[in-house]
């Protein structure tokens, strides 16, 4: 049986990836056209490379579809409910370094703490009726932390791409997103709350849990061995 391992299927981490697994003599490569998710491995036998987009990545694993797969922890820890439960971290890979953070305008010039916030949120559906919107793909990560932090009065809203550019559009009044520099954020009239940094991500590569090992866990001790890794009980 093959050891299936998931790796992103574009851009900047995907790339990163291959050069992780190749600098430890585990090559990856793209096979057949450009745009075709297909790939090859060499250096150890009897993985199967899949290429699938980042975000497909902890369902598979979690279904048991792939053994290993390379995403982002927040990714995982968003998408997956008791995650830890579901997978096994083997290693950050150190790249792909994001923080989850909630942002709000840059005029609002008395926010800039998540109890600033709650106060701005209840002062909100005060003089309008309605809860607060918060724009964000990270419903589960973003909810918890808030309910932690006793803010009540606001609501989520879906947000799948271009999240910065909500506030602006007035389909939120504040965001919860990954940012790694700030300069989108800052380029769209946005400032990061100084103590709302929910999550510290980054490109891990995880096991499934409920993935079928028994002929694949031979080929993950092989290439666990290759890859310098110490592995947790799976």
């Known amino acids: 049986m093959m050891l299936k391992i998931g790796v992103p299927s574009k851009g900047r981490l995907m790339e990163k990836t291959f050069e992780w697994f190749g600098s430890r003599g585990v090559v990856m490569r793209q096979t057949g056209a450009e745009r075709e998710y297909s790939g090859a491995v ?89 809860r607060l919107r918060i724009a964000t793909k990270y419903h589960r990560l973003v909810r918890e932390f808030l309910t932690a932090q006793g803010v009540a009065d606001y609501q989520l809203v879906d947000s799948q791409g271009a999240t910065e550019g909500t506030v602006k559009n007035l389909t939120a009044e504040a965001i919860a997103d990954i940012t790694s520099s700030g300069e989108t954020l800052r380029a769209n009239h946005l400032k990061i709350l100084s103590d709302s940094v929910i999550l510290q991500s980054q490109a891990v590569l995880f096991a499934s849990r409920s993935a079928d090992w028994a002929q694949a866990r031979a080929v993950l001790q092989r290439l666990a061995a290759k890859l310098g890794l110490t592995l947790p009980v799976i």
């Open 42 to 130: 060499e250096g150890i036998e009897g993985v199967e490379l899949m290429m699938l987009s980042a975000g497909e990545i902890p369902r598979e694993l979690a279904a048991g579809r792939i053994h290993l797969g390379v995403t982002g922890s927040d990714l995982v820890r968003d998408k997956l409910a008791d995650w830890d439960v579901q997978v096994a971290e083997l290693a950050p890979l150190g790249f792909g370094h994001a923080d989850l953070i909630i942002a709000v305008p840059s005029c609002w010039i008395d926010v800039d703490t998540v109890d600033d916030l709650d106060a701005a949120a209840a002062a909100f559906r005060a003089a309008h009726g309605f």
